[in-house]
């Protein structure tokens, strides 16, 4: 019924409304406004490619604060599913305009390649899953793109084969008609398209293994390229069945276009939504391997470590000059002074007052007594007599002790 609504007959003689009359026939659905299918869907379209440019220098410029080395295995290959993805909405504008030799070789050519290379993408990405849960190591890049690339040139060489047999090679005798590249049943390209519908199989089979892995961490890897490869099987299924068998029962060839529209764009926002934006969200996550540390203990950087090594010198120990007559010391700083020193660095505490210190007119007083002493002449001392001896008086001489 919507698509019934969308397209509403018209004049072919004259131009529709919104486009002028100079326009050529076949770009009317990019700019009528009676039949607003073309001009949603070239809106929508024209903001996928921005939303996949953008998106592939996001992915781009995540490389450098990746932590876990074994996740950039994996982004050469969510960068290839944004090219693709990018060409898939790009190939929505050749199902908008008309139907002509370049556009309907386009279609033919390109709708199985550019899928084909989403999906030979996303299964390499499902069998890394499978290896990494049986070994510790998964398989390197450029085995992995090398993998995705042979699951792709499959499908180019099968559409290149067809193209060549159904557009290039006619039977003897045959009438050669114009519009022969457009001339090809609803059923012989959906049967062109059976490697592709492999792959998509493969896609959601190779996902199931991944969400028992014992790392659980990769757990939502393989679910997002479960529900990826789920949506995009519902959302073949329901184009297939509109396309072969709806559009016929209905009598109307003008429902193709709309229908192939919609379903590449509804698949390349799939592609975009659902795999791209979170793979890039986990790219920059921290890698639980690392070792961290433990409870109570400090790491330092290297780099700190080197720095107060360089920096830190030893100090020198504290020397004391003492005077011969100690009288009192004089303590003499470091002759290089290697850090400041405060003033205040001898104060015990004591009042100033309490103090001794000795001016100079004291020593010199002092200094002189002390020689007076050492040169004292000893003095003659009488002893005293004691009652009843006999004794004789004696003289003895005492010198002072020093």
């Not at 131009?15 to 990019?30: M, Q, T, V």
């Not at 950087?301 to 504290?318: C, G, M």
């Not at 040169?375 to 003659?380: C, G, Y």
Request: glycine content about 6%.
């Amino acid at each position: 019924a919507l698509i019934t609504f969308l397209l509403p007959s018209m004049d072919a003689t004259s131009a529709p409304k919104g486009c002028a009359a100079s326009i050529s026939s076949i770009y009317y659905n990019l700019c009528n406004l009676s039949a607003v299918w073309g001009v949603v869907v070239e809106a929508v379209a024209a903001a996928g490619v921005v939303t996949a440019f953008i998106l592939f220098i996001i992915l781009m410029a995540s490389l450098r604060f990746v932590t876990d080395k074994k996740r950039k295995g994996v982004v050469a290959l969510q960068a290839a599913i944004l090219v693709f993805t990018l060409g898939l909405f790009g190939l929505t504008f050749a199902f908008i305009v008309g139907q002509y030799t370049t556009s309907c070789a386009a279609r033919r050519f390109l709708f199985g390649v550019l899928f084909s290379g989403c999906l030979a993408c996303l299964v390499m990405h499902g069998l890394w899953l499978v290896l990494l849960q049986r070994r510790v190591q998964g398989p390197r890049s450029w085995m992995l793109c090398l993998g995705a690339l042979s699951l792709w040139l499959v499908e180019v060489i099968i559409n290149t084969e067809w193209l060549i047999i159904t557009m290039v090679i006619n039977p003897p005798g045959a009438v050669i008609t114009p519009d022969l590249h457009c001339g090809i049943a609803n059923q012989d390209f959906v049967t062109s398209l059976i490697y592709v519908m492999f792959l998509l199989l493969a896609v959601v089979l190779m996902a199931v293994p991944s969400l028992t892995h014992k790392d659980t961490r990769w757990h939502r890897d393989g679910a997002f390229i479960l529900v990826t490869g789920l949506l995009t099987m519902a959302i073949w299924v329901a184009w297939i069945v509109m396309y072969i068998y709806g559009n016929r029962v209905a009598g109307d060839r003008n429902w193709n276009d709309p229908t192939m529209a919609v379903a590449v764009l509804s698949n390349a926002w799939v592609f975009l939504i659902l795999y791209t934006i979170p793979g890039i969200c986990l790219l920059t996550q921290e890698d639980p391997d690392q070792e961290q540390p433990h409870d109570g203990e400090l790491v330092y950087p290297a780099r700190s470590l080197v720095y107060d090594t360089i920096l830190r010198e030893p100090e020198l120990p504290h020397q004391n000059i003492y005077m011969e007559n100690k009288a009192f010391s004089m303590d003499e700083p470091p002759a290089v002074p290697t850090k400041p020193v405060s003033p205040y660095g001898n104060y015990n505490g004591q009042i100033r007052s309490c103090v001794y210190q000795p001016t100079e007119l004291a020593l010199i007083a002092k200094g002189l007594t002390k020689m007076n002493q050492d040169a004292m002449i000893p003095r003659a001392t009488v002893p005293s007599l004691n009652p009843g001896s006999g004794d004789t008086l004696t003289l003895s001489a005492e010198s002072p002790s020093s």
